[in-house]
Nanobody, 124 residues
């Protein structure tokens, strides 16, 4: 499956952004979708995941209550609504897909497919 992420940009602290990731090439609803991010000099970090139908979502503690993951299977898309942005949220954000990540969905090595990344910069 091919993934295309978009929606990044420059925003002031406290602001909001909505990232989108559109998939093609496979049946989108067959995949658990996730968002990760990587800041300069740091390892890639799990942000959020959503199950096949969207019935369950999972978040990293660092973004819980501020970010919301959602999906529209009819549009082959997953979204990350980000609010209350902080300078430490600055990173390249990636979407990822896997059929059966199971209980390891917070580990990037589990995911078979990745988008190209979109830069989010939060100014103080």
């Amino acid at each position: 499956v091919q993934l295309q992420a978009s929606g990044g940009g420059l925003v002031q602290a406290g602001g909001s952004l909505r990232l989108s990731c559109t998939a093609s090439g496979r049946t989108f609803s067959d995949y658990v979708m996730a968002w990760f991010r990587q800041a300069p000099g740091k390892e890639r970090e799990f942000i959020a995941a959503i199950t096949w139908s969207g019935s369950s979502t999972y978040y990293a503690d660092s973004v819980k209550g501020r970010f919301t993951i959602s999906r529209e299977n009819a549009k082959n898309s997953v979204y990350l609504q980000m609010g209350g942005l902080r300078p430490e949220d600055t990173a390249v954000y990636y979407c990822a897909a896997d059929r059966q990540p199971g209980l390891r969905m917070q580990f990037d090595r589990v995911y078979d497919y990745w988008g190209q990344g979109t830069q989010v910069t939060v100014s103080s």
